[in-house]
Structure formats: C-alpha cells, structure tokens
C-alpha cells in the first residue's frame, strides 16, 4: 500500500525506503498514466536526480508506466527545470522527474507535470493520482515501450540562444552545484560559453559529502564565497538539488537577495518588452514592484508555490515571475523556472555595463528586510487572525497568508504549505525601524 502521507501540496515526498520504495514508484506510473490517458496511449518523459536511492525509483516508475501501456521517454540523468522544458518542447502528454530537491539523502520523491509542463499539484491531480495508487487496474491493451533519450544539449543550446555573450569574455564564475544532478548542466554549458567556469562539488555524489544542496541556508553558500574570492571571481552561482532553484553571490562576497536579482531581470526583461506583466510572491520586498512600475510594466503580487505561479503566469500571459525562495519563471520557458536563462541574463548585463555585479546592484537596495524567519506555532491560523486584529490600520491583502503594509513598514506571515511552520517576513525603510518591528512581531508570534 502507498503511504498517503507522501502526496504533499506540490509533490510526492518522503523517507527512502520507509514511506517511498521500488513498489510505490511502480504503482504512482500507472497510476499517472490513468489519471493522464485512461487509454494506455500516453507518452511520457522520466528524468531523476542523483540520489542513491533514485536508480531503484527510477527502474520500478518506468516499469508501472510502460507496463499501463505508455510510451517512455527515460532522460536519465536530469534536472526539474530540463525535464519541464523537454516535456513541453516535444509535446510529451507528461513527465515524471525522481527528487527530494534540497531534501537531505535519505528524501526522495516524484515532481509530476502534464502536457505544456503543466504541475500537478494537491489541487490539480495529485489527490486523484492518490486516489488511484489503491485501484487494481487491468492490463493495457496496448504495448509500452521505452526509449532513451539525451536532451541536454537541445536544453542548454535553447538556454543560450537569446544571450549575447560578446563581451563576456573576460569573466569568471564559481558554480556550486553540491554534488547534485545540475552538475550535468555546468560542463555542458562550459563548452558553449566564452567566459571561464570555476567548479566545485561537481562529481555526482547522493551522500552529498561537502554540504546539504540547499542554498536557500547560508552555510550552505561558504565553500562557494571562498571560491569566489579565491580565484577573484565576477560572481557566484548556486543550483538546489534538482536545479530548479539558484541563488547568487556578487565579487564581494555577498549573498543576493533573490528579490534584489529579481528588481534587476524585470528592469532588463522590460527594456526587451515593454508594458508587460510581472510576478512576484508576497515576500518579495517593495523595490521590484517600483521597479516595475518605473519601466512601464504591470506588477503582479501572488501567492508562494510553482504551481499557484505557473497558473497565474499562465491564465494573465505574465512574461516573468520571481520568488523570494530563488525560482525564476519565463513565458517563453513554458512558464517553468529558467535557471540558466537567468544565469546567462546576469552574464550579459555585467559584460554590457562594464560595472562590477554589486555595482549594477547598488540601486536596488533601497530598503531593510529580514529574509525569512521561521517559528513553530501549536495554532498557526489563529496567530495569523491574531496579528490581522492587531495590524487591521494598515493595508491587508490575504491572497497567501496575511500582508499588510504601512507607509514605511510592512511584513507578511504565512503558513508552511510543506512543513509545521509559520513563516515572517518583514521589511521597513530603516535598519532601526525593522529591528524595531522584528521584535515587536517575534514576541508576539512567539506568545502562546
């Protein structure tokens, strides 16, 4: 039987071999086919991370698809965001990627989408793909067959093709992939790119020996740092565990806030494409949307969460979209995260300035914000009604959790849709006032 406790709000995730195991990836593949093509005559594409447990996942998903008569496409080795673009570039009816993304090793797990990428989340599929890993299903009429299938250099090539990468010969760039499955990407894209790469914890390793890949914590960002000021690099990159997430570090060292990286893309982005629409979640701080207004564009607050964003992006045709958490999502990507296509943007603007990647990003940091401070609350919703009642002067919005702003200060607080927390966000426009506010509102959270 299938552990219910795995289907979460945007995919399937657990312990190995505890709660997911050779015989829930086999019964979640037919599972997915009956819930995509009742009829057997679906195609599917199949990725996996580099986690030890992912070659047992990997073999036993492929058995449950073609064995309720799909057409596999097995990729291999791949990142979330590769397998999302191939999925929607060839016209898959779906596709399955193996990953706990930064989850430590003994995680792992299944991120599902349907045709154009489209994810499967709580709310579009994955109660009902429960629902079905409990029935018997009769044996396909139709024959299903796998085939291999390297995509990597249509991704990467794809990635790059919008970039002018003229003056970007002088550069130099520390990647961190952690030993994880993006590390694939690096020396692919090494290989097409004049500027020169410096790569660490690139061997594929699903211990995971030199940090957890997740660069969303700051110690997980220090070997990175090192590298950048060892080889006096222009910039540093993180990639998360399956890639669908990255995170940045400037030639001083300092860690980029991804809403401040965000405020420079929409200013770029809009130049390209005037008047378009951009998105941005309610953690995001007040810079990017006076940034998109100032260049003509129409600011787009929503809710946290791939899914909730890429149907957003997709019913109001938003042609970029950001997340505190370090996701980055483009229209012309399937509206799926781009990574590199992000990577390469950055590339191309500090090439072209000829300033310094903290000197482009000077302007940005106008105000304070706290990043994101979590608290383990017993009644998460009714701190949340507590501090609305609290807070009711100011503006609220209620789209995900609770925000409300004031002339010179606002802060957000929001459940864990993947953990028992409650999530703070807070930013004003001085340092004194956010440590103000900061303690104001950890007392009160944190008053049972």
Known sequence: MVNPNIFKAYDIRGIYPQEINGQTAYKIGQAFVKFLCPSGQAKIAVGRDNRLSSPVLHKNLIKGLSGAGALVFDFGLSP???LCWACAHYGYDGGINITASHNPKE????????EKAIPIGGDSGLQEIKNLTTSRFTASKFIGKVIRKKVIQDYVKFSLSRTDFSKAKSLKIAVDTANAVPGILISELARKVPYKIYHIF???????PNHPPNPLIEENLKSLCYEVKKRKADLGIAFDGDGDRIFFVDEKNKIVPSDILASLLSELILKEKPGSKIL????????IEEIIENNGGLAVIWKVG??????????????FGAEFSGHFYLKDYYFCEAPLFILSKIIEAISKSGK???QLLRPYYKYYHSGEINFEVEDKFGKIKELKKRFSSGKILEIDGLRIDFKDWWFSVR?????SLLRLVLEADTE????QKKKELTTLISDT
């Open 107 to 114: 995680y792992n797990g299944f991120k599902l989408v349907r």
């Open 80 to 82: 979330t965001p590769m």
């Open 202 to 208: 690139k061997e594929l390793d699903g211990n995971f």
């Open 306 to 319: 791939h899914a909730f964003i890429k149907e957003k992006m997709r019913k109001e045709n938003i042609v």
């Open 415 to 419: 459940s864990s849709n993947t953990e």
């Open 356 to 358: 310094t990647f903290s």
């Open 432 to 435: 004194e006032l956010l440590n």
């Open 280 to 287: 941005y979640d309610v953690r995001c701080g007040r810079i």
